[in-house]
């Protein structure tokens, strides 16, 4: 069975795929217990951004080097498939060109081959981590990461921050550009989510979205839905947004300068929000704010949970996490619970069936990983993996009662025991 452009793994892409959902696609959650605890495999990495799985038992790992963008050189990546429990190399790519430095993005293609866009060039490999194929993307500058379309095509943006963003499309088989680049009203340097063939971008003031149009062979700017999110808010641009079928939800404030914590990185003086945008009338939006506190800033998306009617957002900057029930006839937002001191700052994983909300927590130099119930925000376990740098990137369930959590420096594997 095939779903969508993806494959048909718990876990083929990054957040679990194009809609963000940061929820596997199959399996059950950690299911924890009175008495069980969590335990942890970690290894030292480069710079992990994520992990994807493959066929039962297939892990790859994605990282890439940095040290040479500091004096102008440029950067590779490096696709790993891993063992999944000891998360020691089985196979190894060639080191990928990049380029500018920026994490990129990883996914397994509903064909069964890996693709990697990293800096301005994206790549095909083959299960076994072999290079099939590259491309040389059209703009000289970091591109940060791809989605995958309900037909298979692949589109990418480059990251850009001062000058209007340009959509790539790319064909998965022959790795061409499918049609000459869109670009986009503004600049964007949130990463692209999408829904079937219709793909939407975070904008540095607005949201806005495409859709793919067999007959003209090109992406079609939808004119009748765009919010600008920005307004008169003095806050800076969103990042990363999920789409649950019924909403678009995402963060703004998104300016920051985080080096090794995202903790007090914020640049505006502002708080940061969360923003609602309905998907068929974006008319209906609303943007709350998330901690209320001065120099709010994130660089991820929130989780929404579509079972329980639960979103639960953070500010990174000022260490707090909240949750609030979304009533889908009022639109009203009910706080739910709220944790302070408390550092979360990655992409998270929701098990759906279980309730289960995995979060990083960054404190005392290190970071460790916490399992809370969604509903009540009560914790279930908790596991530190150590390394310096605060998580700000992916981790991705596992193919047991485990799951992945990349820490920049360090990859870790976390488990019930």
């Given amino acids: 069975m095939k779903v969508d452009g993806y494959f048909n793994s718990p876990w083929p892409a990054e957040d679990g795929g194009a809609a963000r959902l940061q929820a596997p696609r199959q399996g059950s959650g950690l299911h924890l217990q009175p008495g069980e605890q969590l335990r942890c495999v970690t290894r030292n990495t480069l710079l992990s951004t994520m992990t994807v799985l ?25 696709v790993e498939r891993i063992d999944p429990l000891t998360l020691s190399t089985m196979a190894s790519s060639p080191r990928l060109p990049g380029g500018p430095m920026w994490p990129g993005g990883m996914a397994v293609h509903r064909n069964g081959d890996l693709y990697v866009v990293y800096g301005c060039f994206a790549h095909r490999l083959n299960s076994d981590c072999e290079l099939i194929t590259s491309l040389k993307l059209p703009i000289h500058e970091a591109y940060n990461s791809f989605v995958v379309l309900a037909n298979g095509l692949i589109i990418t943006k480059n990251l850009s ?14 790795l061409e550009l499918k049609c000459v680049d869109t670009e986009c009203p503004e600049p964007s340097i949130a990463r692209l989510s999408a829904l079937g063939n219709t793909v939407y971008v975070v904008g540095v003031r607005s949201i806005f979205r495409y859709h793919w149009s067999d007959a003209l062979r090109r ?56 923003i609602r945008v309905s998907l068929s009338d974006a008319r209906d939006h609303a943007a709350l704010a998330v901690s209320g506190l001065a120099g709010g800033s994130i660089t991820n998306p929130p989780v929404f949970d579509a079972r329980r009617q639960i979103v639960v957002g953070y500010d990174s900057a000022n260490a707090v996490l909240n949750a609030w029930r979304f009533d889908r006839a009022t639109r009203a ?13 990655s992409h998270m994983i929701l098990y759906a069936d279980t309730g289960e909300l995995v979060v990083n927590d960054y404190r005392r130099l290190g970071e460790e ?33 485990d799951f992945y959590w990349s820490s920049m420096g360090r990859i870790a594997r976390v488990f019930v025991q």
């Avoid at 921050?161 to 022959?174: F, H, M, N």
């Avoid at 937002?333 to 979360?344: D, S, V």
Wanted: glycine content about 12%.
């Fill in 54 to 78: 493959g066929h039962p038992g297939d892990v790859f790992l994605l990282t890439h080097s940095a040290l040479r963008s500091h004096v102008g050189l440029p950067t590779t990546a490096c």
């Fill in 161 to 174: 921050e001062s000058t209007p963003a340009r959509l790539s499309v790319i064909d998965p088989e022959s």
């Fill in 219 to 274: 992406l079609v700017y939808d004119t009748d839905w765009h919010f600008s999110y920005l307004g008169d808010s003095g806050n800076s641009f969103g990042w990363d947004v999920v789409l649950d079928g019924e909403n678009a939800w995402f963060m703004d404030n998104g300016k920051h300068r985080y080096l090794y914590t995202m903790r007090g990185a914020g640049v505006r003086r502002t708080a940061n929000r969360l």
């Fill in 333 to 345: 937002m009910e706080p739910l619970w709220t944790k302070t001191h408390f550092g979360a700052a």
């Fill in 369 to 401: 990983v916490v399992v809370l119930q969604i509903e009540t925000g009560v914790e279930l376990g908790r596991v530190r993996i150590g390394g310096l740098t605060q998580g700000v990137v992916f981790p991705s369930v596992g193919w047991a009662r």
